[in-house]
């Protein structure tokens, strides 16, 4: 219950709001028992905007107020009456424009914020009665807080050894601080609505709890949560307890932190980028002491970091690591970790026991991608030696210097827009147990929005968007973290996103220790849920984040280059590098020849796109021959071109989501196709990406003909169906070759509507390759990557450039089905998708001395080899299933 100093203020307030002309008024509760009410207390269709203005969806026209009390039995009041949305109100709150407006009463406007911290409803005389409702208040906490609380120094802050502990609770009537057992008062700044205590330096390395007494409008009553802090710096196993730590003690360095030499930053639009999760990275590899661990990074003989050190020598600039945070979906303690009981490699490679066996343990077992945030700022404790403590803080610093000692940067997935969990009961809740209703967005009946799969955050108030910033600097900071991929990132405003930036920007290696403009940024901005076409804020999406160096995942090609779309009823939908009228499969939804052809000629439009960066306003011939810009060309009824320089839009094929390349190639190019023949499909696919102006990201181990069984959402689908196998022959199957093909079906959950098309493809051995064929995969793509970084004309800066150097001289009516040649610089690329090999002809190029680039000439592939130009006519000719680059001598 609040506390008696609390009722005191609130008294205080009431009595100089009166003295201005204010009612404040205890109801009669028989007034209300002889009008029948209407509308539902449960919900929140009243929005407290800022101290000013209220919005109530479903209000009549006529006087309202704000009703305020700690019960109905003692109750204040803001009076309302009918108004307008100021220019400025309806430009910050769009989706509000249509509703009931009512301005507050001026003389009450002092009681807001003793008002928003007790019992607050929304109440209407209506002609049957009286309608009543919840009131959402995260726009008047911005107004009254936001721009004072936004500096703040929030979670344990260290002066002299001595820490200070805060947390931002403006709605709470009392917070303490549960200090190892003890409760400790702590002091509220009224300016701010920040509650702080300052401690010993015996307090250092304690477990604590925030002790917050809050008025809970989903219960309808006020409650004392015991919450760890969101700005919690380290934790106790299975985040139970912050930990008083300063991340800046001495003691969590590892030898030669300070001092940590990163290898040489490249521009974003020239990054080459592998896709991993943590735990698939090592937790099958033999040879790894650490299997599963952040200090696997550190096994610098074992097979999977042979494998990156092989990556980055060929051109790899950075390491994208899934989720590392602090999650909820794991347990921490190896102990509490179960496993299936199954014996998985005996078991058919078709069979359904698989699946059985992994889903009986997956929500207790060690794994899960980690997309459930509970801690922002904290490594993962499952993947550290010791959960409890801060061995996860030095071991996750190890892991970075690991990576970078053999030339990687790093990347971190994080996932701002949604929390694990939300409400006042749910122990996974954090954020909503301290301020409710403010840091998760609502919708307009005040219920958690959960387009994102959870409950979404609101980075667009103000609180949202300064955690989402400080976590971010203290990753950067404090961990030396060299890029950040945001999930979902349309689901952020713009403006955040570039305060993100701006704040990096910021950071010095003299002041900071780490130089914040080299930090690359990219994320998903898609554009769905809620907030889509920019309907509460400007997005940052494709379009919106195009120009401000922020980089954005292209479907564009992605789409074409694997057929179709990830949400096909039929898998088996064919695009350029899986067979699309050049080497047809069975499936109807293909359509006939002529539409195929037509489809497949638009793809290469698409891939075009994507070779130049995705540019809006490249120009070219498309394969109808007009002349025409990239934001002409057609995405779904989307311009298919949206960057405005190379960089803003990130080329890849594949990614954790949806099925592995090869997955995707297993269902949609014909069964017959052999595993040599799909292997250089594979090759062909991922050179679209890593041969295309801008960043290019590839899922790690696609490069070894990666698969999960055709899971096409492994999420939660353990280690069978996820461990990355860096060595061929060294699989669960012991000495037999083993991509994760073969592995039964994938879980029903999300693939049962896809078993009988897959059933028969993992059941026929002939589509599982052998060693050799894998070995010889990742070896020409390691080629492809090397050209890339030694050419200089994958690198341009500007569209004028791109313009300029880049061109596909045969794009046109005439050109080949399933073939793409683009002319760059001194060099000519041709991508041959067909099963035959095929001739390309380009007169103007007659008598230019060209010749198969170095590195494939005498590279991996000996198939490859075999391209051959002809100078007298300018014909350069291709081996099926091949890409081909030429250098000019």
Not at 349 to 366: F, G, I, L, N, W
Not at 702 to 714: E, H
Not at 824 to 837: C, E, M
């Amino acid at each position: 219950m609040p506390s008696t100093a609390h009722r005191a203020r609130r008294r205080i307030a009431a009595l100089l709001a009166l003295f201005a002309g204010a009612a404040v008024l205890a109801l009669p509760p028989q007034s209300r028992a002889q009008a029948a009410p209407s509308g539902d207390p449960a919900k929140a269709e009243a929005q407290w905007i800022d101290r000013t203005t209220v919005v109530w969806k479903g209000a009549q026209q006529g006087a309202a107020q704000l009703e305020f009390g700690e019960d109905a039995q003692h109750t204040g009041r803001l009076r309302l009456t009918p108004t307008t949305l100021t220019p400025a109100e309806r430009a910050a709150y769009p989706h509000l424009t249509g509703y009931p407006a009512f301005a507050v009463d001026p003389r009450d406007r002092a009681l807001a914020p003793t008002a928003l911290r007790e019992r607050l409803v929304a109440t209407q005389r209506t002609p049957d009665g009286y309608r009543t409702t919840g009131v959402q208040i995260p726009g008047v906490l911005d107004d009254l807080y936001g721009a004072r609380a936004r500096h703040a120094a929030l979670g344990p802050v260290f002066h002299d050894g001595r820490p200070t502990l805060s947390v931002w609770a403006p709605t709470a009537a009392t917070v303490a601080l549960e200090l190892a057992g003890r409760r400790v008062p702590m002091r509220r700044d009224d300016t701010t609505g920040v509650w702080s205590v300052r401690g010993d330096r015996d307090w250092t390395g304690k477990p604590y709890r925030y002790l917050v007494t809050v008025w809970t409008p989903s219960t309808a009553r006020t409650v004392t949560n015991a919450v760890t802090d969101p700005y919690s710096t380290a934790l106790t196993t299975d985040s139970a307890r912050s930990l008083v730590v300063d991340l800046a003690a001495p003691g969590l360095a590892p030898k030669g932190w300070a001092t940590l030499r990163k290898p040489a930053p490249v521009p974003l639009r020239r990054a080459r980028i592998q896709e991993l999760h943590l735990r698939d990275f090592s937790i099958a590899d033999r040879t790894s002491h650490h299997p599963g661990r952040y200090l696997a990074f550190t096994d610098t003989a074992s097979a999977g970091m042979r494998h990156l050190r092989a990556l980055a020598a060929a051109g790899t600039s950075h390491v994208h690591l899934l989720p590392a945070f602090d999650f909820s979906s794991v347990p921490e303690r190896r102990a509490d970790q179960r496993r299936p009981d199954c014996d998985l490699p005996a078991l058919p490679p078709d069979s359904t026991r698989q699946q059985e066996c992994v889903t009986k343990t997956a929500d207790r077992d060690a794994y899960n991608w980690g997309y459930d945030p509970l801690h922002y700022t904290v490594p993962e404790g499952s993947y550290a030696s010791d959960p409890s403590g801060t061995a996860r803080t030095v071991e996750f610093r190890r892991m970075v210097q690991g990576l970078n000692g053999i030339g990687l940067r790093t990347v971190m997935d994080v996932v701002y827009n949604h929390t694990a969990a939300s409400g006042p009961n749910d122990p996974h809740s954090v954020l909503d147990r301290i301020v409710p209703g403010y840091y998760q967005r609502l919708l307009d009946d005040g219920s958690v929005a959960t387009s994102t799969c959870c409950s979404n955050t609101a980075p667009e108030h103000t609180m949202m968007g300064k955690l989402v910033v400080d976590s971010v600097v203290t990753w950067a900071k404090q961990y030396k973290v060299d890029g950040f991929r945001f999930d979902l990132m349309g689901h952020h405003p713009k403006a955040g996103i570039l305060a993100v930036r701006k704040a990096l920007d910021a950071l010095t290696p003299a002041r900071d220790g780490v130089d914040g403009k080299s930090v690359i940024l990219y994320g998903e901005g898609w554009n769905f849920g809620e907030i889509a076409d920019d309907a509460r804020f400007v997005q940052a999406t494709q379009r919106n984040m195009a120009g401000t160096g922020i980089a954005t995942f292209s479907d564009r090609a992605r789409d074409a280059v694997r057929g179709g779309s990830p949400f096909d009823a039929d898998p088996r939908v064919q695009g350029f590098a899986s067979g699309l009228f050049v080497d047809p499969n069975s499936s109807a939804a293909n359509g006939d020849a002529a539409a195929q052809r037509d489809r497949l000629l638009h793809y290469q439009d698409l891939i075009k796109l994507g070779l130049t960066g995705n540019l809006a306003d490249y120009t070219f011939t498309d394969t109808t021959g007009h002349r025409v810009k990239g934001s002409q060309v057609d995405y779904n009824g989307a311009p298919a071109g949206y960057a405005a320089a190379p960089g803003d839009a990130l080329a890849y094929v594949d990614a954790h989501d949806n099925e592995t390349l090869y997955d995707a190639l297993a269902y949609k190019l014909p069964p017959r196709t052999s595993a040599a023949d799909r292997a250089r499909m594979q090759v062909l696919a991922l050179a679209t990406a890593a041969l295309s102006q801008g960043p290019a990201l590839s899922q790690a181990g696609s490069d070894l003909l990666r698969s999960k069984s055709l899971d096409r959402n492994s999420f939660n689908s353990g280690d069978w169906f996820n461990a990355l196998h860096w060595t061929c022959a060294d699989g669960p199957r012991g000495g037999t070759a083993d991509n994760g093909f073969g592995h039964g079906l994938p879980p029903a959950a999300d693939n049962k509507d896809k078993w009988p098309y897959a059933k028969p493809l993992l059941a026929d051995p002939a589509l599982r390759p052998d060693c050799a064929t894998v070995t010889a995969t990742s070896a020409a793509y390691r080629d492809l990557l090397r050209i890339h970084a030694t050419e200089p004309a994958f690198g341009l800066a500007t569209t004028a450039a791109v313009q300029s150097a880049l061109s596909f001289p045969l794009s046109g009516p005439q050109e080949t089905p399933g073939v793409i040649t683009m002319r760059l610089a001194n060099l000519v690329v041709v991508f041959n998708a067909t099963p035959q090999r095929q001739s390309q002809t380009v007169p103007a190029l007659a008598g230019r001395p060209y010749a198969l680039h170095p590195l494939q000439a005498h590279g991996a592939d000996r198939t490859t080899a075999t391209a051959a130009y002809d100078a007298a006519s300018g014909t350069f000719t291709v081996p099926a299933r091949t890409v081909a680059v030429y250098r000019q001598g």
